[in-house]
């Protein structure tokens, strides 16, 4: 078998002595599309941020292919949430892509035209080639979100942690985002979303983890994305489920 | 008003001086840490008067050294306060520069009065004694070029660095380069210009300097870049539309207002501070002003 992109095992995360994620053990399958799904305040992104090593974890592994991160940092891409940074800092979008590839240019180095072609086309992939000299706060949400995904495309990597990539954003957004997550796939490449939406999990995603705090259920949507693991996962708000149960039981064998 | 060589000096020291903090002021403006330059450009006075008292001179580098520990001292000390007492950076650095240029001045009035280092000299500086010399260019003009030239080649090297921190830092430490490592050296380099700044514009000015020229240049740049180019420009514009506003135009019309003819200059370095602001002022005033017109534009546009 495989060595799995990312591999955690019983982590602790405690945010101001409070715990947030409590023994989590997570498994992410190579080539494939996983989705982080749980009520708010269940710590999908403080997964990701921990696992990247972004905040402290109290206790646990944590491994990238097999390793710790510092040894394939350069395989693994993180697309932050939009609503972390100012847009209205003075960058354009070709910018913000070429960021991606600060590591590989190294310390120090200037970003030259080599680098700004590779970010045109990263800004190409998500269907962002006009925008390349557009100031970032002139970018709509959607766009935004995907001159971040065009950033972690340049990178190259093998893996890619995505924070909230559907969140709030367009049509157009939402399909080019589809579009990249399956040409990353088909590159042989993984994906780890934290996503918020339930109907779509079964849609957009191969796997899905279900989390509130500890893990409910994880391995592919069809067997988790059950009504019963979703009520454990959500707890007391049952109508949303039972309103979900319906919708779910129509999507999933649809996709097939 | 008279020219004289005095004042090209003071104007080029002004200026050099004033570009050299305009540098680090932009990347603290970007980094949402404006604050900083403020509470390090206070903090570094205990610093300055330990160093003076332990190593009872003037010298450049034991000054560097005590303002630097200062400096640095005050980021970590705020840092743990913020994170220990979860109060938002402002509040917590507000608390740890107070009590340091507290301590700062009661060294300075107690244990080192009887000598040369008075509290309104590192207030205000004193550009004008600073360039007097006997003859060729004064040492001030020559210690603001050194480190003006210093913080250029820093942030041309680490610009990519410094962008990208002060614009994703979570993006950042994922990428393997830690945006702790490049706050703090900003911070280094922050206390450094503000000592050598010292001596000729004094602390307030300093503070004025470092955020002043950047504020101006981001109400209408798109670039870093451009800050960083326009920054300089509207630093060594304050230097010079200051001093002939401290030789000539205010000390006019102070004699004119208080019936006295005697005013015959005012301090360059608070006119510098003044002509930043204005300049600050007008350019908000002209982006304020040019809206409406803006949106009109857009309304043809779109019909």
């Known amino acids: 078998m495989t060595t799995p992109p990312l591999q955690i095992n019983s982590l602790n995360v405690s945010y101001h002595s409070k715990l947030v994620l409590w023994d989590v053990g997570v498994s992410i ?36 292919y097999g390793g710790p991160l510092r040894k394939c940092r350069s395989r693994v891409a993180y697309v932050p949430q939009r609503e972390s940074v100012d847009w209205d800092f003075p960058v354009n979008a070709r910018d913000v892509v070429a960021m991606g590839l600060y590591r590989r240019i190294g310390w120090c180095l200037p970003v030259r035209s080599i680098h700004r072609r590779m970010a045109d086309e990263a800004l190409a992939d998500v269907g962002m080639a006009d925008f390349a000299c557009r100031q970032i706060s002139q970018l709509s949400g959607g766009q935004q979100q995907r001159v971040f995904l065009a ?14 990539p559907f969140a709030s954003v367009d049509a157009a957004t939402e399909q080019a985002i589809l579009a990249v997550l399956e040409r990353i ?46 009520r454990k996962t959500y ?6 489920v039972d309103e979900l149960e319906t919708n779910l039981s129509s999507s999933i064998p649809a996709r097939k | 008003m008279i020219w004289t060589e005095l004042d090209t000096w003071i104007v080029i020291a002004g200026a ?16 949402k840490q404006s604050m900083l330059g403020d509470a390090i450009s206070h903090a570094v006075l205990p610093g300055i008067a330990i160093a003076f008292l332990l190593s009872g001179s003037k010298d450049t580098l034991p000054m560097l050294a005590g303002a ?16 220990i007492g979860q109060v938002e950076q402002g509040a917590s650095l507000g608390v740890v520069f107070c009590v340091f240029f507290a301590v700062g001045i009661l060294l300075v009035r107690v244990a080192a009065d009887h000598v040369d280092l008075d509290p309104s000299c590192v207030l205000f500086g004193s550009l004008e004694l600073a360039v007097i010399q006997s003859s060729g260019i004064p040492k001030v003009v020559w210690t603001s070029l050194i480190t003006l030239a210093v913080n250029s080649v820093l942030v041309a090297l680490f610009f990519k660095e410094l962008r990208l921190s002060a614009f994703d830092n979570r993006y950042a ?23 050598m700044a010292f001596e000729s514009i004094g602390s307030i000015l300093v503070i004025a300097m470092l ?28 230097s010079a539309g200051g001093h002939l506003l401290a030789i000539s135009t205010i000390p006019a019309m102070l004699s004119y207002l208080l019936d006295n003819p005697d005013i015959g200059s005012v301090s360059s370095a608070g006119m510098m501070a003044t002509c930043a602001g204005l300049m600050f002022f007008s350019i908000l005033l002209g982006k304020i002003l040019s809206k409406p017109r803006g949106a009109s534009v857009t309304q043809v546009d779109t019909q």
Do not use: W
Not at chain 1, 217 to 225: C, H, K, N, S
Not at chain 2, 16 to 31: E, H, I, R, W, Y
């Open chain 2, 211 to 238: 955020i002043v020229p950047g504020a101006t240049a981001l109400l209408f740049c798109r670039s870093v870049g451009s800050v960083l180019f326009a920054s300089l420009g509207f630093a060594a514009l304050a």
């Open chain 2, 16 to 31: 050099l001086t004033a570009m050299s903090c305009a540098l680090p002021g932009v990347f603290l403006q970007l980094n």
């Open chain 1, 185 to 230: 796939k088909n590159a042989g490449g993984t994906v780890v979303c934290v996503h918020h939406d339930l109907e779509t999990v079964a849609q957009y995603f191969d796997d899905a983890v279900l989390l509130n705090m500890r893990i409910v259920a994880q391995g592919p949507v069809i067997d988790v994305m059950t009504p019963e693991n979703l």
């Open chain 1, 151 to 164: 950033r972690a495309l340049a990178q190259k990597a093998d893996l890619y942690l995505m924070d909230e």
């Open chain 2, 173 to 195: 430490a994922s990428a393997g380069i830690p945006p702790e490592s490049v706050r703090l050296g900003l911070t280094i380099l922050t206390s450094i210009t503000s000592v």
């Open chain 1, 29 to 64: 399958q190579p080539g494939r599309t996983t989705a982080i799904v749980g009520p708010n305040g269940a710590g999908k992104s403080t997964l990701l941020k921990a696992a990247l090593g972004l905040i402290p974890a109290s206790s646990g592994d944590i491994s990238f």
């Open chain 1, 235 to 240: 707890g007391a708000r049952l109508a949303l």
């Open chain 2, 68 to 83: 630097l520990a200062a400096g640095v001292l005050t980021a970590i000390l705020s840092g743990t306060i913020q994170r």
